[in-house]
Each structure stands twice: as structure tokens, then as C-alpha cells.
């Protein structure tokens, strides 16, 4: 599919196009055509995550003069969080662009959502190396105003990390959060196809783990196994 189309539906043409190319280029893809899964997204996605924060951060804060902090940091979590990307990204159709391997592509990849987002943040990043703050912040607005909208009216489904932080601070009285932290346990598998192990801890144990496609995923499972886990004892 034409890359053109691609630039046409985040709004910003490319100088370099290589840039957007390897953006959608999965690491499964990448070692299965071009000898290496170094040669995928992965980069450009770390450096989207970063760059992405920034930017929601920046429209929130001009958004909503008025609000306080907290009103700020939640919003922009719900936004960034990879459930809400992977969403946003599969309307748009971003995931028809994705370059993947014979394998992730019958196994589904194409509709997972973590991929979708993992693909969402490559693209920022590119957009940031090909244009600077101002190219990646007009994808970040052309892309995720919808979910901004949603956020606000209330009608944004919450991820399994959000809601598990959530869940406990209201056990605690709204006097911040148990100590939540995650931690990855284990990798295996190739570069291109590993599986992550991940644990959540909260009060000084361990609540919950979950495995995944990236570390992200693992997280998620991992809040969904503690938030169960709590929610059975209530």
C-alpha cells in the first residue's frame, strides 16, 4: 500500500521517506526480509513514546489552563496508554500499512493492538527526526484528537494499568497509590518474536504477571491478573 495514503491520513508528508517506511516495518518482518530485526521500528518506537508524552503533555497543558496536575497526568495517561494508541490507530486504518512476517501476519498481527501502537509511536518518532517537535506534534493532534475528545466526555476505555492504579487508590483513600511497580521477569525466544514475562507489585508484593509480544503487553496482563486477583477478595 502507497505510502502517500499513509501521509495523507496523519497529515504530514515525509522528506524522508525511508523514515516512514522503517516505521512500519515490524521486527518480524524485518529479520524475515532484510536479515535483521534491528533493522524494524523499535528505535523509532522508543523514541516516539518519549516524544509522544511531550506533545499530548504540551496540547493538555494550553488545553486546559484551569485544571490541575492530576486532572493533566490522568488524561494524558489515558490518552498515550497502548490500548487508546492501538485503537486509534486500527480506525485510521494505520495497521494496513504494517510490514509483517508470514508468521505474525496468519497469526493475526495485523489486528493486535499492542503492534498497532508499538507502529503509532515509530511513526512520531519519525515524524520527529524527519520535522522536528512541530511534525511530530501535528501527527500526535491528526491522529489522537478523536481519542482526546472521548478522554474528556468520559467514553475513553480505561486500560488494565490505569484501572488497577485506580482501583487501589481508592482502597487507600485517594492518598496516592500502594507502591505500584512493574518489573519484567523474563525474555525468551528470538529478537524478532520474543515473549516478555512481566510482574506488578503493589504493597511490597508481587499482585499479579503477565506475558506478552512486548514488555507493554506483559504489563497490561500482569494489571489484569492483579486487578482480578484483588477484586475476588472484595
Given at each position: 500500500?502507497?505510502?502517500?495514503?499513509?501521509?495523507?491520513?496523519?497529515?504530514?508528508?515525509?522528506?524522508?521517506?525511508?523514515?516512514?517506511?522503517?516505521?512500519?516495518?515490524?521486527?518480524?518482518?524485518?529479520?524475515?526480509?532484510?536479515?535483521?530485526?534491528?533493522?524494524?521500528?523499535?528505535?523509532?518506537?522508543?523514541?516516539?513514546?518519549?516524544?509522544?508524552?511531550?506533545?499530548?503533555?504540551?496540547?493538555?497543558?494550553?488545553?486546559?489552563?484551569?485544571?490541575?496536575?492530576?486532572?493533566?497526568?490522568?488524561?494524558?495517561?489515558?490518552?498515550?496508554?497502548?490500548?487508546?494508541?492501538?485503537?486509534?490507530?486500527?480506525?485510521?486504518?494505520?495497521?494496513?500499512?504494517?510490514?509483517?512476517?508470514?508468521?505474525?501476519?496468519?497469526?493475526?498481527?495485523?489486528?493486535?493492538?499492542?503492534?498497532?501502537?508499538?507502529?503509532?509511536?515509530?511513526?512520531?518518532?519519525?515524524?520527529?527526526?524527519?520535522?522536528?517537535?512541530?511534525?511530530?506534534?501535528?501527527?500526535?493532534?491528526?491522529?489522537?484528537?478523536?481519542?482526546?475528545?472521548?478522554?474528556?466526555?468520559g467514553r475513553l476505555p480505561k486500560d488494565a494499568k490505569t484501572t488497577l492504579q485506580?482501583?487501589?487508590?481508592?482502597?487507600?483513600?485517594?492518598?496516592?497509590?500502594?507502591?505500584?511497580?512493574?518489573?519484567?521477569?523474563?525474555?525468551?525466544?528470538?529478537?524478532?518474536?520474543?515473549?516478555?514475562?512481566?510482574?506488578?507489585?503493589?504493597?511490597?508484593?508481587?499482585?499479579?504477571?503477565?506475558?506478552?509480544?512486548?514488555?507493554?503487553?506483559?504489563?497490561?496482563?500482569?494489571?489484569?491478573?492483579?486487578?482480578?486477583?484483588f477484586q475476588s477478595k472484595r
Amino acid at each position: 500500500m502507497s505510502l502517500n495514503k499513509l501521509e495523507q491520513i496523519i497529515g504530514y508528508e515525509f522528506q524522508n521517506k525511508d523514515l516512514l517506511q522503517r516505521a512500519v516495518t515490524h521486527s518480524s518482518y524485518a529479520n524475515e526480509k532484510l536479515g535483521s530485526p534491528n533493522e524494524g521500528n523499535e528505535r523509532l518506537e522508543f523514541l516516539g513514546d518519549a516524544v509522544l508524552g511531550t506533545c499530548v503533555g504540551l496540547q493538555l497543558y494550553n488545553r486546559y489552563q484551569d485544571k490541575e496536575e492530576g486532572f493533566l497526568t490522568k488524561m494524558r495517561a489515558s490518552i498515550v496508554c497502548e490500548r487508546s494508541l492501538g485503537t486509534a490507530g486500527r480506525k485510521l486504518g494505520i495497521n494496513e500499512f504494517l510490514l509483517l512476517s508470514r508468521g505474525e501476519e496468519s497469526g493475526g498481527g495485523r489486528e493486535r493492538i499492542s503492534i498497532i501502537a508499538d507502529c503509532m509511536e515509530a511513526i512520531i518518532g519519525a515524524a520527529y527526526l524527519d520535522g522536528g517537535f512541530q511534525a511530530a506534534n501535528t501527527v500526535v493532534r491528526n491522529c489522537l484528537t478523536e481519542t482526546a475528545e472521548l478522554c474528556e466526555e468520559g467514553r475513553l476505555p480505561k486500560d488494565a494499568k490505569t484501572t488497577l492504579q485506580e482501583f487501589l487508590s481508592r482502597r487507600t483513600g485517594g492518598e496516592g497509590t500502594p507502591g505500584i511497580h512493574y518489573e519484567i521477569l523474563s525474555e525468551s525466544g528470538p529478537d524478532h518474536a520474543k515473549i516478555f514475562t512481566a510482574a506488578v507489585y503493589a504493597y511490597g508484593e508481587q499482585a499479579g504477571q503477565g506475558s506478552g509480544k512486548s514488555k507493554k503487553e506483559a504489563e497490561q496482563q500482569a494489571a489484569a491478573a492483579a486487578l482480578a486477583s484483588f477484586q475476588s477478595k472484595r
